[in-house]
């Protein structure tokens, strides 16, 4: 199976459609790509992505076919394609269970997150997030000039959700990413559901944004969605992606859910027309394939379980991941790692305070590309082993 | 040596991991056959109302462009991975097309999003924006959200710009929006006109951004028009906004930008290319370079809206000057009991636009066939006796 990579080669002009990677690769894109081409970045040079979370397979058959027949209507606003971005709203409703007035759309949820913290925090009530997690929200907060108190997870990556309620008196909002983005760890629902009503109780002014960005690659029994939390209290809402277990990072669709009231600002605020023509129909297919969905959760199960088994052998700790990454123990800082790594042409992720000079993030691709990856990984953790292989095992957390 | 040896076994438990993995293989071996798929016709659709709303190509971007993103989507791989590098890509081929510096361009998702970064960089509760009274209304309804004044200009007589009174209301504020062929009334004010006004509210209004939007450019015929686009990269205090949404035929890729200073670019572009989508990218990569195809689609738009406006003006209905896709006429009546009886026969028009929604219908230009289509409706419904064409 060839490597799973990107490349715009195709896209400039038909004559450029021919040349043979390996050509290009030893030419570079610019040369490729006579006159305008800025210069390669890291990504388009790369052989293996692992540093973004991504699908390596893209979408499925029934998206790809949507997908097809969405072509005719690139020329029309997104309101009048068909479907349009009001029956996306609709398949994502009948997805999730909800009403469509229930559903606010994202150019990604990126926006929706960055929406969330413009809507829900000011200077005088600050953002609530973990340390480390996703780190869209706190740029934004930054952005704006708000306040952040960050909560450290704790010593199993796990956001320590006690000390978070603590934090959140008098929060404008409070950021749970559930799995947790980079720890790859999640929380039961039960524990989700507890922390709510906590915070509700003890600042019910405070916004609570849950993330589940991971959520169709989670496998552990005890999880379950906030999305009945959300739509049962006020200032409560999820996000979800397209862009990581539907395989359309490139395509641009994210969702919040929640009570009406909350949607409709959602929807005011949001970047007017934010959804790609294309990107409605394809989605529309994906949210009406979940057989696809499920097939890609096994899929990446036995990636990441051939993954975390191949780094604990190393013996190196590995987090429970509950998503399309690891998050190890590597024992060095995550900038050399990556930078070694990425000599050999292989991308992880990047750093993450406070844990970027012990830790690094590794997604999970296709078992041929960690296959490959784990050549180089091991030849580049070689030196830096930190613990005798034998007790990589006993490292192993009960569950 | 041991590293050695931990590679090899590494290599021969995942081999045979590998084979024995069933589901997944499948997957991925399913996908080569996918080769091509996005090259087959899409199925047939039914037929729908002519869409004179939205100022939008009927044409699309045509198959060429269309063609680069069916090949830069492959077999799906490329819609999963996150388009970041390539926004970079994408600017360095815009900047190209005017020979100006990458780092003069911005991009967002439609230029809806660079005017909205505009009117959040630019303006304050204490810095107000000076925008036409009837104009696009995306600058305005986004200070209304984030709390900044709006000094509404009222329009001259002939529903022009009225930049004198601009200039003059410009004094203090953070933001002057120019929509340059104007939307909704289709005019344009000449390239001197122009000038003269960024010079003077540089000269009374040294802290305020001029922002044009030149989103219709490729559309205008008179000759007095002038993009500000080669002012904008030497002057930090203007900025141009153009889109893929209208002579590109791209309104559903959604890719939009700003060119002008580098300083001002930097700071306009806040949010990031985080909105941008692969297919929109690729397919704006294409579209740029092909000017031959914007002025064909300009020749097409314009035998069609003289024959729109012909059709009106021998109706006794009075249209403004176009320079756009769309006509801007005085029909004498409210414009949504007008747009009702069209939608009733397959024929939709643009939404209302005060303080004119009880006499003017603003109505976009599609095909020429699809005039002849949409002025027999609008015959009927505007009761005229002997239409034209």
């Known amino acids: 199976m060839p490597v799973s990579r990107r490349s715009f080669l195709g896209a400039i002009s038909p004559g450029t459609a021919a040349l043979s ?61 068909r479907p349009s971005m009001g029956d996306l709203r609709e398949a994502i409703a009948r997805r999730v269970s909800v009403k469509p007035e229930n559903v606010a759309l994202g150019a990604g949820s990126w926006e929706l997150l960055r929406l969330g913290v413009r809507l829900y925090t000011s200077s005088s009530r600050p953002l609530v997030t973990a340390a480390p997690t996703f780190e ?95 739509l049962e209290h006020p200032n409560v809402f999820v996000t979800r992606t397209l862009s990581k277990a539907y395989g359309m990072a490139g395509m641009r669709v994210g969702y919040a859910i929640g009570q009406k009231r909350t949607i409709e600002s959602f929807g005011r605020w949001a970047i007017t027309f934010n959804q790609n023509s294309l990107a409605v129909a394809a989605a529309v297919a994906s949210l009406d394939d979940p057989g696809h969905i499920e097939a890609e959760r096994a899929r990446n199960t036995e990636a990441r379980a051939f993954t975390t088994r191949f780094f604990k052998d190393l013996g190196f700790k590995v987090m429970d991941s509950q998503a399309n990454f690891v998050f190890v123990e590597i024992g060095r800082a995550a900038r050399g790692f990556k930078e070694d790594c990425a000599r050999r042409g292989i991308l992880v992720g990047r750093e993450f305070p406070p844990l970027h000079m012990t830790h690094a993030r590794v997604s999970i691709g296709t078992i041929d590309e960690m296959q490959k990856a784990g050549v180089v990984i091991a030849e580049v953790l070689g030196g830096s082993r930190p613990v005798p292989a034998g007790s990589a095992h006993d490292s192993r957390r009960p569950r | 040596m041991p590293r050695k040896e931990a590679d090899m076994s590494f290599t021969r438990r995942a081999f045979v991991k590998a084979v024995g993995i069933g589901g997944a293989s499948l997957l991925a071996a399913r996908r080569e056959a996918w080769a091509g798929l996005l090259r087959a016709p899409g199925p047939a659709r039914p037929p729908r109302p002519l869409l004179l709303h939205n100022n939008e190509n009927p044409l699309g971007p045509g198959e060429a462009v269309l063609d680069s993103v069916r090949r830069a989507l492959g077999t799906g791989g490329p819609a999963g991975r996150y388009p970041w590098e390539d926004v970079a890509q994408l ?125 219709y450019h490729d559309y205008v015929t008179d000759a007095s028009h002038r993009s500000q686009v080669p002012r904008a990269v030497k002057d930090p205090r203007l900025v141009v906004a153009r889109t893929f949404s209208k002579a590109h035929g791209m309104a559903g890729m959604r890719v939009g930008y700003a060119v002008g200073h580098p300083e001002t670019i930097k700071r306009l572009g806040w949010e990031g290319p985080n909105a941008l989508n692969v297919a929109g990218i690729v397919a704006a990569m294409a579209s740029i370079k092909d000017q031959a195809r914007l002025e064909r689609e300009s020749a097409r738009n314009t035998e069609a809206r003289r024959f729109t406006i012909d059709w009106f003006a021998k109706a006794g209905f009075a249209s403004t000057d176009s320079q756009t896709n769309f006509v801007f006429v005085d029909i004498g009546r409210p414009a949504k009991a007008f747009r009702d009886a069209c939608r009733e026969q397959g024929v939709l028009v643009a939404r209302d636009f005060p303080p004119l929604e009880k006499s003017h219908v603003r109505v976009s230009i599609g095909t020429l066939d699809e005039m002849k289509q949409a002025t027999a409706v609008f015959g009927r419904v505007l009761a005229v006796k002997a239409a034209a064409a």
């Open chain 1, 21 to 81: 990677p390996a050509f290009v690769a030893a030419r570079g894109r610019e040369a490729a790509i006579a006159g305008s081409a800025a210069a390669p970045g890291p990504r388009a040079a790369a052989s293996i992505l692992l540093d973004s979370n991504e699908n390596p397979l893209g979408p499925g058959p029934a998206t790809m076919e949507a997908l097809r027949g969405a072509f005719v209507d690139a020329g029309r606003y997104p309101t009048n394609a």
């Open chain 1, 136 to 230: 869209q929200p706190e740029k934004m907060a930054e952005q704006l000039g708000v306040g952040v108190r960050r909560v450290s997870v704790d010593k199993d990556g796990r956001l320590d959700l006690d000390a978070m309620a603590r934090a959140a008196r008098w929060g404008g909002l409070v950021f749970l990413c559930n799995p947790n983005n980079p720890t790859s760890t999640v929380h039961p629902a039960r524990a989700v559901a507890d922390f709510v009503a906590r915070v509700r109780q003890e600042s019910p002014d405070t916004a609570i944004l849950i993330d589940e960005a991971y959520h169709d690659y989670v496998t552990d029994p005890g999880y379950a969605t906030a999305v009945p939390l959300a």
């Open chain 2, 91 to 215: 600017h360095a081929a815009i900047a190209d097309r005017f020979g100006v510096a990458p780092e003069n361009v911005v991009t967002g998702c439609g230029s809806t999003q660079v005017l909205r970064e505009a009117v959040q960089t630019f303006t304050s509760p204490a810095k107000p924006l000076v925008a036409g009274q009837l104009t696009y209304e995306e600058c305005a309804g986004y200070a209304d959200l984030i709390g900044t004044p709006v000094r509404a200009v009222a329009l001259d007589r002939a529903l022009k710009l009225d930049l004198d009174a601009m200039a003059e209301a410009a004094k203090g504020a953070g933001l002057v929006f120019l929509n340059n062929p104007n939307n909704p009334t289709a005019t344009l004010v000449s390239g001197d006109a122009v000038d003269r006004f960024i010079e003077r509210v540089h000269s009374t209004a040294p802290d305020a951004v001029v922002l044009i939007d030149e989103a």
